[in-house]
């Protein structure tokens, strides 16, 4: 008997081994280690942080610290708020200070000497360096180290591989540094349409392309913006992002500002239902909740941007102000309060709110300041936090500490603070009950306004408030899956981005993005290989907010090998069935003139949406803010005076084209960034179709019928600019829309099909 169970024993051994042996293996990958945990955490680290495997419990855990043992924020079977919170108690003042910093813009590989400053590597330019494309820049390494920083946003990379093999070297240099916390990088939205691409069903690219969200607004169809969401969500995830610097959920109650392309429309109901979508989209892995596929969602801008007095953009001082003449701010907050922090995803609500530059003029009803909205404690402290209990990351927008010369000039954006110093910027900022500031690499000034804190609050309330932000802003890290892997397959990478079925989804986005506004006589679709004059668009020299010229010429408005693929392009108009311009809406300037102060006035002209002249006869006669303290007067009207827009040449190419075309149609094509006038060229175009950012090859596919439009308006178009002007900021849908020759008006929800006007379950819902 006993022969047999010590066979027994000796036969059962093997297997005890393995029952009570680790429950992970390893295997190398290029450049770093990948952990697989049976039934557990992925975990990737790189050999050269000297990071080491602690076995507990028979899984496998990085010993980030370097301790030697398991403390709670390195144990990834604890929930994410009970390791940010062991974790932030371990920090030092430094760490958490680095950890409230958000880089500024980051090229990948950095350039020369740009808006930014210049960028070297190992003390050279990157052409002069012999650098790796995907290697660090001198700064980077600096600000990663010394500042602790780690978060950066990134702009333009190479290519998708060098991304993901920048990100690989990044997350390599600080694994290896203090508590081994990984870099959480973001972008801004990097997925618009290239025009002259062209696509087929075995299309890749670099990444996909989609219409801009005011365009996938137009399809209304929430579901549609989700898809965007999730498949963006991927390929950000495979370049290494784990933070979208979107959605830009600003209520675009006023058609003149020049961010309003960047957002979801002006009606409430429709811009809630998009918001929810998009971060529902992006923040939800593949169970619906937080995984390796989530990006976190930085939802922009709090209390909501849109009512910029007169249209002005607060990136410069002329624009600092919102202003609310029919006490509105209920609607700009729904898109935040009952879409981005109602979502219908296990994640439960947008990780991440940046609110605008703007001073919200008049809505602090508690301590009554008048200063930019992060620096304004009853906007962020009372409001957002404690009425509408958000806990999430506060992120500041960029370089609103740094100091500013001018209202015209792009710099700081300290408005309501100017007098106060970069440090006392902070620490108003922090007592404000923000986060996080964007733009800055330097901790110093961080750490300046902990000390004043201390001053002011003593040590233990200074240390708890900042032990509060860095819970938060760990927290995104740890639910993103980056404190386990935030490595990259640099060939997965290669093949996800842009892989064809997403290029597919997004150009079939495009296509349901373009509005069809006018189909006079059924002059559309053509369906056969019609003969097409396409006059050449003359644009006019410009120069960008970076001071950057664009000098002018004479093109045509589409790739003309893709047009020719549909029609037969000729030269002569007199030879065409039909006729096709392509123009933009009106560029009517940003409502701010130096030249207007060197003949005497305060600078400040009207902003227009229509080609021709425009005086401003109905603004009114007094702004409702000013104050600034780089202006010596308080009334920012612009009243009386004359505009005209830089491109008023489209207007003439639309009726220079209707007059050699004769009776034929003239198909109109307008790249629209805002509400226009449409007076001015409606009467001499056969059909017009809106687009918001789509490959010219969907504007074929739409003319030449092949798909039928089915978009809508977001927004109202106005029957002209006295409409405008008494229009109210805050106030969505208050305009008298243009009524074309049709007898159709270009009012919110408004579109046509091949049938006519459109009338389905959409308008119903929304109109």
């Known amino acids: 008997m006993k022969k047999v169970t010590k066979y027994l024993l000796a036969a059962a051994l093997p297997f005890l081994v393995v029952a009570c042996g680790p429950k992970w293996k390893e295997a190398e990958k290029e450049g770093y280690t990948l952990v697989d945990n049976t039934d557990g955490a992925t975990l990737g680290y790189a050999p050269e942080s000297e990071v080491k495997i602690l076995t507990v419990d028979r899984f496998a855990f990085k010993d980030l610290n370097k301790n030697g043992t398991l403390d709670p924020y390195e144990d990834w079977r604890l929930t ?50 012999g650098a790796k494309a995907s290697d660090l820049s001198d700064a980077q390494k600096i600000f990663l180290k010394d500042d602790n920083l780690r978060h950066v946003l990134i702009t333009s990379v190479q290519t998708p591989g060098v991304a993901a093999q920048w990100n690989n070297n990044a997350q390599a240099f600080v694994e290896g540094i203090g508590m081994g916390i990984p870099i959480n990088t973001s972008s801004d939205p990097r997925h618009g349409s ?122 410069f001082g002329y624009g600092a102000y919102a ?97 106060l110093s970069v440090a006392e910027r902070h620490y108003k900022i922090i007592e404000a009950g923000c986060d996080q500031f964007g733009g800055n690499n330097d901790m110093d000034p961080v750490i300046e306004a902990y000390q004043m804190g201390v001053k002011e609050h003593g040590e233990e309330y200074m240390r708890k408030r900042f032990e509060i932000s860095a819970v938060r802003l760990l927290k995104n890290i740890f639910r993103t899956g980056l404190f386990e892997n935030p490595y990259l397959d640099v060939p997965e990478t290669e093949a996800t981005v842009g892989k064809p079925e997403f290029m597919e989804a997004g150009y079939q986005a495009q296509l349901r993005s373009v509005v069809m506004l006018k189909n006079q006589g059924n002059a559309l679709p053509m369906k056969d290989k019609k003969k097409v004059f396409v006059p050449k668009r003359y644009v006019a020299p410009s120069r960008n907010w970076f001071g950057m010229e664009t000098p002018e010429r004479l093109d045509y408005p589409f790739n003309m090998e893709v047009v020719a693929k549909y029609f037969e392009v000729v030269e002569n108009p007199d030879e065409a069935d039909f006729a096709l311009v392509g123009i933009e809406n009106p560029n009517g300037g940003v409502g701010y003139d130096v030249s207007d102060t060197e003949k005497g006035g305060n600078g400040y002209v009207p902003i227009s949406l229509q080609y021709g002249t425009y005086t401003a006869t109905y603004a009114r006669d007094s702004s409702l803010a000013g104050g600034s303290p780089m202006e010596d007067f308080t009334n920012r009207t612009y009243k009386g005076k004359t505009f005209l827009a830089s491109n008023t040449t489209d207007m003439d190419l639309v009726k220079d084209t209707k007059k050699k075309i004769g009776e034929k149609p003239v198909v109109v094509i307008v790249r629209v960034s805002k509400p226009m006038v449409f007076a001015e060229i409606e009467p001499y175009a056969s059909a017009i179709l809106v687009q918001m950012g789509v490959q010219d090859q969907a504007l074929m596919d739409l003319v030449s019928g092949k798909v039928e439009p089915s978009a809508l308006l977001p927004f109202q178009m106005p029957v002209d600019m006295k409409t405008v002007e008494l229009q109210f900021e805050d106030v969505p849908r208050d305009m008298e829309p243009y009524i074309d020759s049709e007898g159709n008006a270009y009012d919110f929800a408004y579109g046509l099909n091949w049938s006519g006007v459109i009338n389905d379950d959409r308008v119903k819902n929304y109109k």
């Open 80 to 129: 994410a708020e009970e390791r940010a919170t062991d974790l932030a108690s371990k920090m030092s003042v430094e760490q958490i200070a680095g950890l409230m910093l958000y880089s500024a813009h980051q090229s990948i590989p950095g350039g020369g000497n740009s808006f930014f400053g210049p960028v070297t590597y190992n003390g050279k330019p990157f052409a002069e360096s």
């Open 194 to 315: 290239d025009s002259y691409a062209e696509f087929n069903a075995g299309a890749g690219g670099r990444i996909s392309m989609w219409p801009s969200s005011l365009g996938i607004a137009a399809s209304f169809d929430p579901g549609l913006m989700q898809q965007f969401g999730d498949i963006a969500s991927r390929e950000y995830r495979a370049l290494g992002i784990a933070t979208a610097l979107s959605p830009q959920i600003d209520l675009a109650t006023e058609p003149r500002w020049s961010r309003f392309d960047g957002t979801m429309g002006e009606d409430p109901k429709l811009a809630t239902d998009m918001a929810r979508a998009y971060v529902d989209g992006f923040q939800s892995s593949d169970d619906g909740g937080w995984g390796y596929q989530s990006v976190n969602a930085m939802v922009k801008h709090w209390p909501g941007g849109g009512p910029e007095e007169g249209g002005r953009d607060a990136h």
């Open 323 to 419: 202003v609310y003449p029919g006490n509105n701010l209920k609607d700009h907050l729904k898109p935040f309060t009952e879409g981005a922090f109602k979502l219908k995803g296990a994640t439960g609500m947008a990780s991440a709110v940046m609110p605008y530059y703007t001073i919200s003029t008049g809505r602090d009803t508690v301590n009554g300041e008048s200063v930019g909205n992060s620096y304004n404690k009853y906007l962020i402290t009372n409001l957002l936090r404690e009425k509408y209990g958000y806990d999430g990351v506060v992120c500041t927008d960029w370089a609103i500490t740094r100091d500013v010369s001018s209202v015209y000039v792009f710099e700081g954006k300290p408005w309501g603070v100017e007098n």
